[in-house]
C-alpha cells in the first residue's frame, strides 16, 4: 500500500471516530479522553527503544501502552497512532523507535502507514489546524518558526505536522522537505537566547488572538507574550518570571527586544491543573489565556491527575 492510499482510508476512519467518540475537531483534540471512550485502557511507562504498544481485545479488554520516557507531543502521536490500530482492526502491534515521525522510510507495513496517518489525521483535522493558524494570528504557515507555533496549539510534534501540512494543501513538497532540515530545537533557540531550555520544554508565543484560548503546558514550558504593549499582571501560583534553574534575565529575538521578564513566564511543578494568567495593554483592555497542566502519564490513565 502507498502512503497516499494509507491517508485515504485514514482520513476516513479519523472522521468517522471524530464522530462516534464525540471529539471536538475545532480545537486541541483529546486523543487520551477519546481512547478511553474508545474501551481501550491505557497505560503509561518508561519502554526503552519503544514508542507504544496496542494489544487488540481477542482475550479481553483492548489496551495500549505508551512510553512515557517521551515529551507530551510525542506521547500524543503515539498515543492517536495505537487508536488508528485499535479502530482500523489491525490487532496487537509493537511500535519501535525507527517508526517516529521523524525517521519516516518506505518500507512500512500496511497497517503501520494506515496507524500513523491516522494519528496525523486525528490529531491535525482541517478546522483544528486553521484554528491553529488564526491563534498565531497567520492566514498561513510562511516559516518553520511558523509551523512550530502551530504545533503548540495542535499538540503535535513539528515533523509530523510539517508533512501534514502538505496533506491539507497548505504547502507543497518542496516546501516540505526545506521545513524538515529545521529542529525544534534550533526554532525555540530563534525564540529565546541566553537560556537553557531543556530538550522536553516549549515556547508558546502567545498573540492578541489566543485571547481567552487555552493553551496546554507541561513544567518548565514558557509563555512568551507577544501582545503589543502588554505586560503580565500578578503571575498565579505555578507560574515564575524567572526562567528555570537561573535567575538571570533573558532576551528575545523576533517577538521582543531587550530583557523584559514581564512578558514571559514559566511553568513550574506547582501550577493547578487549571489555571489562568492576565496581562494588562497600559489600557483597560485585559488579555487572558487559560492553562491546562497535563497531567502525569505513569500507571493506568485511571490514576492520571
Known amino acids: ?13 479519523a472522521a468517522q471516530a471524530h464522530e462516534a467518540l464525540a471529539v471536538d475537531v475545532d480545537d486541541y483534540v483529546d486523543v487520551f479522553g477519546a481512547l478511553s471512550r474508545a474501551g481501550v485502557e491505557v497505560m503509561g ?3 526503552g527503544g519503544l514508542l507504544g504498544l496496542y494489544i487488540d481485545g481477542g482475550q479481553g479488554v483492548p489496551g495500549c501502552l505508551v512510553n512515557t ?30 517508526q517516529s ?5 518506505e518500507g512500512w507495513p500496511q497497517h503501520e502507514r494506515e496507524a500513523e496517518a491516522f494519528a496525523s489525521w486525528f490529531l491535525m483535522p482541517r478546522p483544528a489546524a486553521r484554528a491553529a493558524l488564526a491563534r ?8 518553520p518558526l511558523d509551523v512550530y507555533r502551530m504545533a503548540r496549539w495542535l499538540g503535535t510534534p513539528y515533523a ?8 491539507l494543501k497548505m504547502i507543497d513538497r518542496p516546501t516540505e522537505a526545506v521545513w524538515l532540515k529545521y529542529s525544534p530545537g534550533s526554532l525555540k533557540a530563534d525564540l529565546v537566547d541566553g537560556v537553557s531550555l531543556g530538550p522536553q520544554a516549549h515556547i508558546h508565543v502567545l498573540t492578541p488572538a489566543a485571547h481567552a484560548a487555552t493553551v496546554h503546558v507541561t513544567a518548565d514550558d514558557c509563555l512568551l507574550l ?24 533573558m532576551s528575545f529575538l523576533h517577538v521582543t527586544v531587550g530583557p523584559e521578564r514581564n512578558r514571559t513566564a514559566w ?39
Do not use: K
Not at 91 to 98: K, V
Not at 101 to 105: E, F, I, L
Open 1 to 13: 500500500m502507498s502512503w497516499n492510499s494509507a491517508h485515504g482510508a485514514a482520513m476516513i476512519a
Open 45 to 47: 511507562q518508561r519502554l
Open 69 to 98: 520516557g517521551l515529551e507530551e507531543v510525542s506521547m500524543r502521536h503515539t498515543a492517536a497512532h495505537e487508536l488508528g490500530h485499535h479502530l482500523m482492526g489491525h490487532g496487537t502491534s509493537i511500535d519501535h523507535q525507527e
Open 101 to 105: 515521525p521523524g525517521r519516516w522510510g
Open 136 to 143: 498565531c494570528d497567520l492566514t498561513r504557515p510562511e516559516s
Open 160 to 167: 509530523t505536522t510539517v508533512r501534514h501540512l502538505v496533506r
Open 226 to 249: 507577544a501582545v503589543p504593549g502588554a505586560r503580565y499582571d500578578h503571575l498565579p501560583a505555578g507560574l515564575s518570571s524567572a526562567p528555570p534553574d537561573t535567575a538571570g534575565q
Open 267 to 305: 511553568v513550574t511543578q506547582d501550577l493547578a491543573v487549571d489555571s489562568t494568567v492576565t496581562a494588562t495593554t497600559g489600557s483597560t483592555e485585559v488579555f487572558r489565556v487559560n492553562l491546562r497542566r497535563t497531567p502525569g502519564r505513569e500507571g493506568s490513565n485511571r490514576f492520571w491527575a
